[in-house]
């Protein structure tokens, strides 16, 4: 027993210091490998992002901004990369290589200002200060306006690189365990199986039986060696006590397992109950929620939610010192799309429009649905009041576009009117008035026109 003993820990040590160089081998070349997939990866990440804030700016280039007019981009620019840790920002250059929108982690990020196509025929650039993909923007005429920009951080790729190689090495110490786990395995048939074959013998001995136990241990005797047989005959001993007490101690198990039973099934119903009951009442807080904050057709908000987010973004506007701005939206000749396809294409055309506004404003904006065709938008922190007539204008080309329902298009038009805070009003209800009143002279001019509060 001594010497096989001495053997089975020499072949454990041998075996954990093979593995072990294994095991560093494999980690060495697998960093390499899943460093430069990292790399690609983030690469095509990056090239995507390039992709789409090309998209965008492309978009607006097709309402005939210039590149340079393009009014909150920096948000764009942020919004294309965001919630992607392998990209560390997004920018808009011109033609000449001159940084025109970015979001802030890569204004500092210098590019080489080389002209021509030349200098995108790989679309993944490496400069000494970043790495990043580049996308052309281009003008309806199909001349290059400027470049859309993603930067890799590479900061990303090397940590992911290195939670792969964590969960690697984790693989392989189980690997290192299964095999040493075989050779205990092999080892116990050598050495510990003859020993449970002689409990197992023991075990299913009969104590009512006495003449068992003298037969089993004349048979141990005659097969195993002197120093084995004392093992059996302490064995023997212990078994003629146990034997005693095995009735006793089963028939109270019995009785401790029905009475487990039982109590687990109780608890397992009332669990049921309970998690139902908590099931229902989130599920009906979450609706009595999203019934009192939105509109049930369009998912806005609703007029009493407007309120409240208003006089939230006028009090932030009244404390920083800058402007703010309510549009008050009607949709031109509703009424007749309604009348000529019915209800269902009209409630789809005020959804189709409630996703137009929200997507021509920002996140932080309002925007509400107040009235059958009726919407507001409250636009917070305007550094230049004039700006509320350019986002109204724009919305208005926005409306304008056709909307297509079942191979048909349907035009509308909006009818905008404009009221700025605080040189309108201080308060939410006062602003919404003066908007409303300049909606009306909006529709007065001929609809599908903004106009702005003029006080007269």
Not at 189 to 206: I, K, N
Not at 244 to 261: F, H, I, S
């Given at each position: 027993m001594f010497g096989k003993g001495r053997i089975h820990q020499r072949v454990n040590l041998i075996s954990s210091l093979f593995f072990s160089l294994a095991a560093i081998i494999l980690l060495a070349g697998g960093g390499i490998a899943l460093y430069a997939q990292q790399g690609n990866n983030a690469g095509s990440r990056a090239a995507l992002a390039a992709g789409a804030l090309s998209q965008k700016a492309e978009k607006l280039l097709r309402l005939e901004l210039g590149l340079g007019d393009f009014l909150d981009f920096n948000e764009q620019c942020a919004e294309v990369v965001e919630n992607d840790p392998l990209l560390a920002g997004a920018a808009v250059f011109t033609n000449r290589w001159e940084l025109l929108y970015g979001t802030q982690e890569t204004?500092?990020?210098?590019?080489?200002?080389?002209?021509?196509?030349?200098?995108?025929?790989?679309?993944?650039?490496?400069?000494?200060s970043a790495r990043f993909a580049v996308q052309p923007i281009k003008m309806p005429d199909g001349a290059t306006a400027g470049y859309a920009v993603a930067f890799i951080r590479s900061e990303a790729v090397l940590f992911k690189t290195v939670r792969s190689l964590v969960f690697l090495f984790m693989g392989g110490l189980v690997l290192l365990v299964l095999i040493l786990g075989v050779q205990n395995r092999i080892f116990w048939?050598?050495?510990?199986?003859?020993?449970?074959?002689?409990?197992?013998?023991?075990?299913?001995?009969?104590a009512d039986r006495p003449e068992q136990l003298s037969r089993f241990s004349a048979l141990m005797q005659r097969k195993n060696p002197p120093d084995i047989n004392s093992i059996y005959e302490a064995l023997h001993r212990l078994f003629i006590r146990l034997q005693?007490?095995?009735?006793?101690?089963?028939?109270?198990?019995?009785?401790?397992?029905?009475?487990?039973?039982i109590r687990t099934e109780q608890l397992e119903y009332?669990?049921?109950l309970l998690e139902e009951d908590i099931d229902r009442r989130k599920n009906l807080e979450d609706e009595l929620r999203?019934?009192?904050?939105?509109?049930?057709?369009?998912?806005?908000?609703n007029r009493r939610s407007m309120e409240v987010r208003t006089d939230s973004l006028l009090s932030r506007a009244g404390n920083k010192g800058s402007y703010s701005a309510m549009l008050y939206i009607d949709l031109d000749h509703f009424k007749e799309v309604n009348d000529r396809m019915g209800h269902e294409a009209g409630d789809r055309l005020l959804m189709d429009v409630s996703r137009r506004l929200a997507s021509a404003v920002r996140e932080s904006d309002v925007v509400a649905r107040i009235g059958g065709d009726e919407f507001v938008i409250v636009l917070g922190d305007l550094p230049d009041s004039g700006l509320a007539a350019i986002i109204a204008e724009k919305i208005r080309i926005s409306i304008n576009l056709p909307f297509v329902f079942e191979n048909t298009e349907v035009s509308v038009s909006p009818s905008i009117g404009v009221s700025i805070f605080p040189d309108d009003g201080k308060d939410m209800r006062s602003l919404l008035k003066k908007a409303d009143a300049a909606m009306y002279s909006a529709k007065s001019k001929g609809r599908n026109t903004c106009c702005c509060f003029s006080g007269k």
């Open positions: 204004v500092k990020i210098s590019v080489p200002r080389r002209a021509g196509e030349n200098f995108l025929s790989n679309r993944i650039l490496e400069t000494s048939h050598l050495v510990g199986a003859p020993l449970a074959e002689m409990v197992a013998a023991a075990d299913s001995l009969d005693e007490a095995r009735g006793e101690l089963l028939r109270q198990n019995e009785n401790l397992e029905t009475l487990v039973k009332a669990k049921i999203s019934i009192a904050e939105r509109d049930t057709l369009t998912g806005l908000l």
